[in-house]
């Protein structure tokens, strides 16, 4: 990165008076509107959730129904996360150790989901599995329930989620070459074992990443899962639609309390990402001491 | 490639069946009621008095799930597959729409119970700030300029519906059945709605709890409840000169009832609100009771309004629907032009 | 799978473990398979179902549903609110890469984890906490509104919404691009008499801008199929506060599948068009920046 020069920068440039202000200026431009925009409403969300105290807080997320959300949740992003990260590993492979045709079409249907609104992703499953859809009528004589009921949120998450395990180690992956899977494989190591040995060491932490962001978003998912979920308290609720619905149900405090709980997750989901770009170099974080003089 | 792919496409769709089944398996008796947004309160404690009155008459325990939204949105849910066995919406028209596109239901459910299904009725009311700083007192002061109206969208909304008919029988009658008159006065109050929500919940939500808008169009059960959670120091319901009769309906979904086999338990749920305790509660929870012991008992909580039917005030839902909430009907011709 | 036919060279006898022209390592039929089969049910098959629906009607009701004045009006809010939002998230995203990529300052690392933030915090909860700053009663929003600034359920809470989505596409495209940047150039620039504006306008600029104009397109992209932050804080008023993705979830409440189902095709149009676009831009600038050095 900085290395690249040999010149130390301080001997060329030392920063002037209003070199410095103009440097502070923006800094605490930057931290103003993180502040105001991003830290505030998370301030809000826990000050609302507690603003009739403890006590109440406490009350609210032991709910039962909300406990059955949170449990849905769980449930549905364990599903579509490993589902995801298989499918990215197996892509990632396709991709980046071999050539094939239309491998460039192959990447642009990978990011579709990126592109495609989640309401339009939860209809989608709607056109396919609803009643009046292509498999609708099937699924009902045989008494399978995918729309308004687990299955089908689960669809609609792995949709969302569906290319971010593989956008995480497609240019890793790609970055760090195959020479030596090669060399394992030309040693005589098999298929499974260069991948358990040589490849998934290499890629942990980028896959670790991925899973991350795949697990947050499903946690947090409320277009496409709103779609397909049939709204049934205890049932198909999923925790952000939890939130709204207390929200409608007047019961803001308690909204703001199961609001805080998804506000505490993608806070771990932070500091978890941190730590991994920290540790292992994925995404590096500049030296402090790069720049300043 | 083939047998690998079969392969794999079998183990996927293993996977979403398992699932599936797993989801189906827990057998017991379920019962879904799919309902509009107000209603939640309500059918939270009916639906424990209805498991304990089934508990007592067959000795079968009867666990009943709920689903609640826009009441437009949850007849949508349940034509695209939603296994409702019973549906109690906002209004009629919904619960024709499911037996027009999905045949769920027969043509004339509305004819299967008393009261042309509606166990319960209320009305249209408005709800205006304490002391009523803008001294709204009937339909007229809504169209007043710097009024600030709040209503959800009809199109989405069933309630919503139900305040625009209101208004339009209201205004049709004041202007000589002119219907230009109506149109117009319409238009003026819709130009005093700054916020259009699309359910009658975020329509309360955005005038009690936001604090937007001088006077809310709203179920009087629904401003009933907005004045119990909230404070009857903070609100007051203003009852307009004449207004309509609300009906919300109910109805078993029969071809879900007979594919759960939960028929016999879902007539027994809808007929059970006809039924004195259950009234009682209708009454508790601000709707207006068919019977008249309840209705006496709860006089003094609804004061007599001079109403119209959605017959008389438009010739019925179908023709509502038709002339007024369609896409080029008269609300898409008043409503941001 | 005949995306890769051509490209793969069998050898007789060796039905699994076929190796391709260029890579010695086993998995490609595998790996490949696998992508393929699950791309296709998870974002296929739905897509082309909703597309088809969209065209049961013939190429007329298309258009004509696509084309209704509060439809029109929806993308008019949509794309407007969109672009502003885009806009907004470059100035700030940049501001913003700039600060974490340049300087040093306590607190560094955390302002980094958080810019993040927008990814992990579900919109729902997003949604809710913003519309409650911003109402007339809530704590930004009760300073603005004395000044005639409304925020919540104006096409302003929108753009809100949006950029609250949107900017940390910005700054994860532009940060890694600035800290490659080498000072010295800078510096070089700054020895020879450039100031503070030329350094940034004839240096900095250029080289982070095919960056930035990628991050504000994704930001754009996020923010043109948001639904979840909106739909609180935007009032959804039909012709002025109605944003496309909310306009199709209305459809479906008024059992109008069809025109739920072409709106959803135009919008995916969209989505393909702008996915399009950012490729385009990103091989025009690279060819250009090829043909400069």
């Known amino acids: 990165m900085s290395g690249r020069s040999n010149v130390p920068s301080s001997a060329i440039l030392q920063p002037t008076v209003p070199q410095r202000m103009g440097r502070v200026a923006l800094i605490l431009l930057a931290l103003l509107f993180l502040g105001g925009f991003l830290i505030l409403p998370v301030v809000a969300v826990f000050a609302q959730a507690l603003s009739q105290g403890w006590k109440l807080y406490f009350e609210s997320i032991r709910q039962e129904d909300v406990l059955s959300a949170l449990r849905l949740t769980a449930l549905v992003a364990s599903i579509a996360v490993p589902l995801n990260v298989v499918f990215g590993i197996a892509a990632s492979w396709a991709i980046t150790r071999f050539d094939f045709h239309g491998k460039s079409l192959l990447i642009t249907l990978i990011d579709i989901p990126l592109s495609v609104s989640p309401v339009v992703a939860g209809m989608m499953y709607v056109e396919v599995f609803g009643l009046h859809g292509w498999l609708g009528p099937w699924l009902q004589e045989h008494n399978l329930h995918v729309i308004f009921a687990v299955p089908g949120i689960v669809l609609a998450t792995v949709f969302v989620t569906f290319p971010f395990v593989a956008r995480e180690l497609i240019p890793f992956m790609q970055a760090q070459g195959s020479d030596e899977e090669t060399a394992a494989v030309v040693l005589g190591a098999n298929g499974w074992s260069v991948f358990w040995r040589v490849t998934l060491p290499n890629i942990k932490w980028a896959l670790l990443y991925g899973t991350i962001l795949a697990a947050s978003r499903s946690i947090g998912e409320f277009g496409a899962v709103s779609v397909v979920s049939g709204h049934i308290r205890g049932q198909t609720t999923t925790l952000p639609l939890e939130v709204e619905m207390l929200y409608n149900e007047y019961s803001f405090t308690a909204a703001f309390a199961a609001a805080s709980l998804l506000t505490l997750a993608a806070i771990v989901t932070l500091v978890i990402k941190k730590m991994i770009e920290v540790t292992s170099g994925v995404h590096p974080v500049p030296e402090e001491e790069e720049v300043e003089s | 490639m083939t047998s690998l792919s079969r392969k794999i496409t079998a183990s996927l769709f293993l996977a979403i069946v398992t699932i599936v089944g797993a989801s189906a398996l827990s057998a017991q008796t379920h019962l879904l009621n799919v309902s509009y947004d107000p209603t939640r309160e309500f059918y939270e404690e009916y639906n424990k008095l209805f498991a304990q009155h089934w508990k007592a008459t067959t000795g079968e325990d009867v666990v009943i799930n709920q689903s609640h939204g826009g009441s437009g949105k949850q007849a949508s849910a349940v034509i695209d597959g939603l296994e409702a066995d019973v549906v109690t919406l906002a209004l009629a028209y919904d619960i024709d729409a499911i037996a027009q596109n999905g045949g769920l239901l027969d043509k004339d459910w509305q004819t299967k119970l008393p009261y042309n299904s509606t166990p319960y009725t209320s009305t249209i009311v408005l709800l205006v700030r304490k002391g009523n700083p803008q001294h709204i007192h009937d339909w007229d002061d809504l169209i007043r300029p710097g009024v600030k109206v709040i209503t959800p969208n009809p199109k989405t909304s069933g309630g919503a519906r139900w305040n625009y008919l209101a208004a339009w029988g209201y205004a049709l009658h004041k202007s000589g059945n002119n219907e230009q008159g109506a149109r117009d006065f319409m238009k003026k109050l819709f130009n005093n709605v700054p916020v259009l929500d699309s359910g009658a919940r975020g329509a309360t939500t955005t005038f009690v709890q936001r604090g937007v808008g001088d006077v809310l169009i709203a179920w009087e059960n629904e401003a009933l409840l907005a004045l119990k959670e909230f404070g009857s120091d903070k609100f007051e319901i203003v009852i307009p000169s004449e207004t309509i009769l609300a009906e919300p309906p109910v109805a078993v979904v029969d071809k879900v009832a007979q594919r759960h086999g939960t028929e016999k338990v879902a007539r027994a749920y809808l007929e059970y609100l006809y039924s004195p305790e259950a009234q009682d509660l209708e009454a508790r929870y601000f709707y207006r009771p068919r019977l008249k012991q309840a209705a006496e008992k709860y006089a003094s909580q609804f004061p007599k309004v001079n109403t119209f039917t959605v017959m008389e005030g438009c010739g019925g839902w179908q023709k509502a629907q038709a002339k007024h909430f369609s896409d080029g009907g008269t609300f898409d011709q008043i409503y941001g032009k | ?293």
Do not use: C
């Not at chain 3, 501001?95 to 933030?117: E, H, M, N, Q, S």
């Not at chain 3, 496309?244 to 599948?257: H, S």
């Not at chain 3, 072409?262 to 149009?269: K, Q, S």
């Open chain 3, 1 to 293: 799978m005949a995306i890769v036919q051509g490209n793969q060279i069998r050898k007789p006898g060796r039905r699994w473990s076929f190796v391709t022209k260029s890579s010695p390592l086993p998995g490609f039929r595998l790996s490949l398979g696998f992508t393929m089969v699950y791309l296709t049910v998870i974002v296929l098959i739905p897509l082309v179902a909703t597309l088809l629906h969209a065209a049961r009607g013939g190429f007329g009701v298309f258009l004509h549903t696509v084309t209704a004045p509060r439809v029109l009006a929806s993308y008019r809010v949509t794309l407007g609110s969109s672009a502003a939002a885009a806009l907004l998230s470059a100035i700030f995203g940049m501001l913003l890469a700039w600060v974490l990529a340049r300087y040093t300052f306590p607190g560094k690392r955390i302002l980094d984890a958080l810019v993040d933030l927008p990814f992990a915090l579900p919109t729902a909860v997003a949604g809710i906490s913003l519309t409650a700053l911003y109402a007339e009663h809530g704590w930004i929003g009760r300073y603005l509104e004395p000044h005639g600034i409304h925020v919540a359920f104006t096409p302003l809470g929108i753009v809100l919404a949006m950029s609250f989505v949107g900017f940390p596409f910005v700054v994860r495209s532009v940060q890694p691009v600035l800290e490659d940047l080498d000072p010295a150039m800078e510096e070089a620039a700054a020895s020879l008499g450039a100031n503070a504006w030329q350094r940034t306008t004839r240096i900095i600029l250029p080289v982070a801008f095919p960056a930035l104009l990628t991050g504000s397109a994704l930001a754009f992209a996020r923010a043109a199929g948001e639904y979840g932050s909106v739909i609180f804080i935007a009032g959804n008023m039909p012709m002025k506060t109605e944003i496309t993705a909310l306009l199709i979830v209305t459809k479906l409440e008024e059992y109008d599948y069809a025109g739920a189902a072409a709106i959803a095709g135009a919008m995916l149009a969209l989505s393909f068009t702008i996915m399009l676009v950012v490729n385009l831009l990103q091989w025009w600038i690279q060819r250009r920046e090829g043909r400069r050095v």
